[in-house]
């Protein structure tokens, strides 16, 4: 079956993946606002766990055809009562009783719980009971606008999917890849209607060049831990020292900036701080004529060993 979704593709890869590696989650959130596709990805998540066939979902067997027609015995959706604000905890309570019971003929029982930060305090301790001791072949499948409405101890037991709109979880990926944080993405694109283009000159500003743009490339390489990409990027400015120091003063501008979005985070700070600190240490040597190719080599080992310690 054809996976439901356009866009968000970091979210199909992962659903994707642990449905043909056998390994669902027990408990997953799927986070989005209203029209990004929440119900669309949880039904095709409980129907991969109730169906009987081989490419889950298979969308032909029995087990499928009843999920289609929203009457699997074994898929219960939970949401607020009618006229009512909330899902109570008796409804919890109740989900939780009927979670210990066998499936009814699947392999997996699943629950779809909508709206899920309307339950309070007491529901979500509740459920939390039954999220930290799961019986087996139950899945958990939560929708809400966001995971930060739930408590922290209900989303630390829970793989959260984020939904986007789809041009825009497609452009948050591809600023992303670019060295951006999802914040500085999501800001950007905000401002510039979703446009990528207009949010990467918007995000670059004066800032722009190929020095400027390989110190992203170069960043996003070091902290995903890829070093010889992060030595390919730089062979490139190899024979061309002015782009070099804009290569530097923009590595620079972006450690500041990473530094700053990160003071809640003291050790992800600190370990800023330290790069930063390194790329000034190193930048002294430019000015002795140093062989540009031991200089890129020294320094992308000594980032790399700093971003390695942590
Ligand atoms: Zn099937």
Request: with cysteine.
């Given at each position: 079956m054809i996976f439901p979704l356009k866009g968000n593709a970091r979210v199909k890869e992962a659903v994707e993946q642990f449905i043909s590696a056998h390994r669902m989650p027990h408990a997953i959130i799927i986070e989005g606002d209203p029209g990004t596709g929440r119900h669309t990805l949880a039904k095709y998540i409980a129907k991969a766990a109730v169906c009987?066939?081989?490419?889950?979902?298979?969308?032909?067997c029995r087990s499928c055809h009843l999920a289609d027609i929203g009457t699997h015995p074994d898929i219960e959706w939970v949401a607020?009562?009618?006229?009512?604000?909330n899902i109570s905890v008796d409804q919890i309570r109740e989900l939780r009783t009927t979670a210990y019971h066998s499936p009814h003929t699947s392999e997996t029982r699943a629950f779809i719980i909508e709206?899920?930060?309307?339950?309070n305090a007491h529901a979500q301790n509740s459920i939390l009971k039954v999220l930290e001791e799961p019986p087996g072949k139950v899945i958990f499948i939560l929708l809400t606008?966001?995971?930060?409405?739930?408590?922290d101890t209900v989303v630390s037991r829970c793989t959260v999917l984020s939904l986007f709109p789809p041009a825009t979880g497609e452009a948050v990926k591809e600023l992303c890849d670019r060295g951006y944080s999802r914040d500085e993405a999501l800001a950007a694109l905000g401002s510039e209607s979703g446009n990528v283009g207009k949010a990467l000159e918007l995000l670059g500003g004066k800032n722009s060049g190929t020095g400027a743009e390989l110190a992203r490339d170069y960043f996003a390489a070091i902290t995903k831990g890829e070093l010889l990409n992060a030595m390919l990027l730089t062979a490139a400015l190899e024979s061309n020292r002015p782009e070099v120091d804009k290569f530097t003063v923009a590595l620079k501008e972006l450690l500041h900036g990473k530094i700053k979005d990160s003071m809640a985070y003291p050790q992800t700070a600190r370990e800023y701080i330290a790069m930063l600190d390194a790329v000034n240490g190193f930048e002294?040597?430019?000015?002795?004529?140093?062989n540009l190719g031991l200089y890129f080599t020294a320094l992308t080992s000594k980032l790399t060993a700093v971003r390695n310690k942590k």
């Open positions: 009987e066939g081989e490419n889950r979902p298979c969308g032909s607020p009562a009618e006229k009512k604000k709206q899920a930060e309307t339950m606008v966001a995971a930060e409405r739930l408590l002294a040597l430019l000015a002795t004529n140093i």
